[in-house]
């Protein structure tokens, strides 16, 4: 009993420093530690129970088991900064990847019968393979936990659930390996398995992340690019109906001088009035100081323009800001176009969007209002609006989400009079 004991030990240490590593916390790391270690202490006291004082007990072995796998996974959740189906990902990953030392521990066991060895086996087992996933996975898996846009890892879940189930029937429960050494083989051949499919299954979860990213972008730079023609566009046409009145102004300036000798104060006044609006009107539209957002809302006003939807925008965005310009453009136009799809097939009176955007060295807001007809589905999980065109829309908010979440910002949503409502604020 002694290697048993020894054994689970060790893969309890080694599960809890799993999920502490991998595991973007939303304490200190002393305090994550100190949850960690309290963990460690309520899963490990009970193995008493199912291997020394009830070591025949099979309901026991399978309580007590049901009692660690709930501590474990709900101290993944509890120190994690978002607290979601990634964090249970992560802990069950974790739980997987301990039952490969465990193994070795057996296997040790039964072919030399040495509890030193099978110990020693066992925690180096554990230090390579948790080197590994380190130097190869922590960086990506902390990066997908802080901006990750998808918007639930439940399925991925099942991933690990059925491979610790596997390794418990093969391994464990209810005949171990000790009493079926014939099914060494085939666990070593699950544990390769299990290892090819998770390497499989992080690559295409990082091409995913990767196209959605790079669609993101192509989108953005097609409307930046989109914003700046129809910009070039307003300002030549500006500077060709300016150069038409620079050559009339000899004209008003005659027809002043005569209006002058002739005391028609009025008619002056009327002429100035004329003249000073035909130079507003080619006046170029600049609706901030920061370009990339600029244009971003040039092409917006435009499109809405064409749609004959009025936009009633209060916009002040500095030329520096302290985020990404070209994130913060993104954004604001996935939440504008929304608006304008909403209100674009309304009644006339109805085509209207509100929008206050505002964006300082220590503070960002994003307010937009607009009525809309229908039902508005929210996702459970994140309370934002779901699209119901299918799987290839609706990441227009999902890239919301991740911005918010980026930049510790506070997204709300409201709907009340069949108007709707969202804001996004964020406090440097």
């Given amino acids: ?207 995913e992340a990767q196209r959605t990213s790079l669609r993101w972008q192509n989108r953005l730079f097609e409307s930046y690019i989109e914003g700046l023609e129809n910009q070039y566009h307003l300002v030549e046409q500006s500077e060709k109906n300016l150069r038409i009145l620079r050559h009339d102004i000899r004209h008003y300036s005659s027809m002043i001088d005569s209006l002058l000798e002739q005391g028609a104060y009025s008619e002056i006044k009327k002429v100035t009035e004329h003249i000073n609006s035909a130079a507003d009107e080619n006046k170029a539209a600049r609706y901030c100081s920061n370009l990339v957002v600029n244009t971003m809302f040039s092409s917006l006003m435009e499109r809405a323009c064409s749609l004959k939807v009025e936009m009633r925008c209060d916009i002040c965005v500095a030329k520096d800001i302290p985020v990404d310009s070209y994130a913060f453009a993104m954004v604001t136009a996935n939440l504008l176009e929304n608006a304008i799809n909403s209100v674009k097939d309304l009644e006339s009176h109805r085509r209207l969007v509100e929008a206050k955007v505002r964006c300082v060295s220590d503070s960002l807001l994003i307010d937009i209002k607009n009525e809309y007809e229908g039902e508005i589905t929210f996702d459970v999980q994140t309370g934002l609006p779901k699209s119901r065109k299918g799987k290839d829309h609706g990441l227009g908010m999902q890239s919301v989400q991740a911005f918010s979440d980026k930049i510790g910002g506070n997204i709300g949503c409201s709907c009340e009079n069949h108007c709707f409502r969202i804001i996004l604020f964020a406090k440097f």
């Fill in 1 to 207: 009993m002694y290697y048993k004991n020894i054994s689970y030990t060790i893969s309890h240490i080694f599960v809890m420093l799993f999920i502490y590593l991998f595991i973007e916390s939303r304490y200190t790391r002393r305090k994550a530690a100190a949850i960690c270690i309290v963990s460690f202490l309520a899963i490990t006291v009970p193995n008493i129970l199912k291997l020394n004082i009830f070591p025949d007990s099979r309901l026991c072995y399978f309580l007590v088991t049901l009692y660690q796998i709930a501590i474990t996974q709900f101290t993944g959740i509890f120190i994690s900064k978002m607290r979601d189906s990634r964090a249970l990902f992560v802990g069950l990953t974790g739980s997987n990847y301990v039952i490969a030392g465990s193994i070795m521990a057996a296997v040790l066991h039964i072919y030399t019968g040495s509890l030193y060895l099978c110990i020693a086996g066992c925690i180096i087992t554990h230090i390579v393979i948790l080197y590994i996933l380190y130097t190869k996975i922590h960086d990506i898996w902390i990066g997908y936990q802080k901006e990750e846009t998808m918007n639930s890892w439940w399925k991925l879940c099942l991933i690990p659930v059925f491979f610790y189930c596997g390794f418990s029937i093969f391994a464990f429960f209810p005949y171990t390996l000790d009493d079926h050494p014939e099914n060494i083989p085939g666990v070593a051949a699950f544990i390769i398995a299990m290892f090819v499919s998770y390497v499989i299954m992080m690559q295409y979860v990082s091409s």
